[in-house]
C-alpha cells in the first residue's frame, strides 16, 4: 500500500481537530454489559460487527462488557425471533442490537416490518435487556433513493420507519443506511475502476491487444489522481472490510460513541501547552529532536489492516479517532514522528502540525505486508486477534445451545456453562489487548 502525502489526507480543520465534539445521543454501553448482536449474514461475516467491538474495548477501556455475535444468514425477523430462546436470550444479555432489513425487504411490506419489530422489542424486553435497533446497510449496487426500481427503495423506507419506531419507544437508533447509500452510489464509478485496474494493467503488460497505447495512456492518467479510487470489495449486500469499516463508523456515530481520543499540543522548544485525554512525561527537545512520553486514556479507533485508504473516503471514521498532535513553532521543514523508534506512514509538513493532525491514518498506514508495525498498529492488531479467537468459542455456544435445546441434554448444559465462561475470560484478554500503555513519540526532521 502506497504511503499518502499526509498533509493532505490528516491535516483538519482546527474547529474539528480540537473544538467540541457535536452533540449527540448517549452511547447506549454501560458498565456490566453482555451485548448481543442479533442480525443476518452481515453481522454473521463478523466483519463490522468485529469493527464495531474493537473499538468498544479501545474508546472505554474502563468499562466491563462482551459482545456476543448472533448472526444467521438469510434471516430476517420471524427467523429471528424463532431462535431467540438458544440464540439470544440464552447468553442472558443486557442490551440486544437488531441489524435486520436485508432479507426481510423481498416480500415484507414496511407496515409489517414494523409490526414485527415491535414483536421483536416486546421480546427483548421480556428478558430485561436494553434494545438497539441498527438500520440495514444500503445494496451497493450504485443506486440511492428516490429510485423505485431497487432493493434500496424498500431499504430506505424500513430505516426512515425505524427511525419513527425508535423514536416512539425510546430506543436507541442507528442509521446507516442514509449516511452510505449516497456515497456509495457516488463512488460505484471508481469502485468499477478500482476492482477492473488489475485486468486493466495485465492487458497493458501483455502489450498485444489492439489500442492498447491508449489504455497505457489512461492507466498513466489514473495513477496521477490526487485519491486513487476505492472500492468496498465483496458484493453488493455484503461490502469487504473498506465498506464494513465505514458501517462501522456510521453505527457508532450515530448512537453516540465518543470521538474523541485525546489530543497533545506541545511547542517545539519543548514546552507542554496541553494535554487532553492523556498524560505528557520527559518532553524535551535533544539534538533538534523532540522526545516525550505519552499514555492515553484510551486507543483510536483499531482500523483493520488493508482498509487505510477508505479513511480518504468517508469523513466520519476519523471523526470517530480524534488521536490528535499539534506542534507549534517548528522551522519550515518535513518532519517524521516515530513512535518507540518506529516511523508511522508519510511525512508531514511543518504547516500541518502547526495547525494539528490526526494520526489515526498514519498509525495504520504501512508501505507493505513485511514493515515494522508501530506499537499502536501492532496493539491494533492484537485486538483483532483476540476477537477472532473468541469468535470460535460463541459459534460453539450456539451450537451446542440449540442442540440442548432440541435434546434437553444436561450434558449439553454443562458444555455451555463452561464456554459462557471461557468466553468471559476471553473478553478478558481482550480487554488487556486493548489497554493503553506508555508511548515514546519522537518528531524529527525528515531525512
Not at 303 to 324: C, F, H, K, Q
Not at 332 to 337: D, E, L, Q, R, V
Request: charged content about 20%.
Amino acid at each position: 500500500m502506497p504511503r499518502r502525502n499526509c498533509l493532505a489526507s490528516v491535516l483538519i480543520g482546527l474547529s474539528f481537530l480540537f473544538g467540541a465534539a457535536p452533540a449527540s445521543a448517549e452511547f447506549p454501553l454501560k458498565d456490566g454489559d453482555l451485548w448481543v448482536m442479533a442480525g443476518d449474514s452481515i453481522t454473521a461475516q463478523h466483519q463490522h460487527s468485529n469493527y464495531f467491538e474493537a473499538f468498544c474495548f479501545a474508546r472505554y477501556p474502563n468499562l466491563e462488557f462482551g459482545f456476543r455475535n448472533s448472526g444467521v444468514g438469510g434471516h430476517t425477523i420471524p427467523t429471528t425471533l424463532a431462535r431467540f430462546d438458544y440464540d439470544i436470550a440464552g447468553w442472558k444479555p443486557t442490551v440486544v442490537s437488531v441489524e435486520l432489513g436485508m432479507n426481510d425487504q423481498g416480500g415484507t411490506p414496511t407496515d409489517k416490518f414494523i409490526t414485527n419489530m415491535k414483536t421483536m422489542l416486546e421480546r427483548i424486553r421480556s428478558i430485561q435487556a436494553r434494545p438497539v435497533l441498527l438500520s440495514a446497510s444500503p445494496v451497493n449496487d450504485g443506486t440511492a433513493p428516490p429510485t423505485t426500481k431497487t432493493q434500496n427503495k424498500r431499504l430506505d423506507e424500513y430505516a426512515l420507519a425505524l427511525k419513527e419506531l425508535a423514536a416512539e419507544q425510546k430506543v436507541p437508533y442507528a442509521d446507516q443506511f442514509h449516511p452510505l447509500v449516497g456515497l456509495w452510489a457516488k463512488n460505484k464509478p471508481d469502485e468499477v475502476l478500482a476492482n477492473t485496474k488489475p485486468f486493466l494493467a495485465a492487458i497493458v503488460a501483455e502489450g498485444k491487444t489492439d489500442g492498447v497505447e491508449h489504455l497505457r495512456s489512461f492507466i498513466d492518467a489514473q495513477a496521477k489522481r490526487s485519491r486513487q479510487p476505492i472500492s468496498m470489495q465483496g458484493d453488493p449486500v455484503h461490502p469487504g472490510p473498506n465498506g464494513q469499516l465505514m458501517m462501522a463508523a456510521e453505527l457508532l456515530q450515530a448512537l453516540g460513541a465518543e470521538g474523541f481520543v485525546s489530543s497533545v499540543v506541545v511547542d517545539a522548544g519543548g514546552k507542554l501547552v496541553e494535554a487532553k485525554g492523556c498524560q505528557v512525561d520527559n518532553l524535551k527537545l535533544e539534538d533538534g529532536k523532540l522526545n516525550f512520553e505519552r499514555l492515553d486514556e484510551s486507543l483510536p479507533f483499531p482500523i483493520p489492516d488493508g482498509t487505510v485508504d477508505v479513511l480518504a473516503l468517508n469523513p466520519t471514521i476519523e471523526a470517530m479517532s480524534r488521536y490528535l498532535l499539534q506542534v507549534k513553532g517548528l522551522k519550515a521543514g518535513s518532519y517524521t514522528i516515530k513512535i518507540n523508534g518506529v516511523p508511522l506512514g508519510g511525512s508531514f509538513t511543518q504547516e500541518a502540525l502547526e495547525q494539528g493532525v490526526n494520526l489515526t491514518a498514519p498509525i495504520h498506514n504501512v508501505a507493505s505486508a513485511g514493515e515494522k508495525p508501530n506499537a499502536l498498529l501492532a496493539q491494533t492488531r492484537a485486538i483483532y486477534q483476540a476477537i477472532g479467537s473468541k469468535a470460535g468459542l460463541v459459534g460453539r455456544w450456539r451450537t451446542l445451545s440449540k442442540a440442548a435445546q432440541d435434546t434437553g441434554s444436561a450434558e449439553h448444559q454443562a458444555t455451555i456453562a463452561d464456554l459462557a465462561k471461557q468466553t468471559l475470560e476471553a473478553d478478558e484478554k481482550i480487554r488487556a489487548a486493548a489497554r493503553p500503555a506508555k508511548l515514546k513519540f519522537e518528531v524529527v526532521p525528515a531525512q
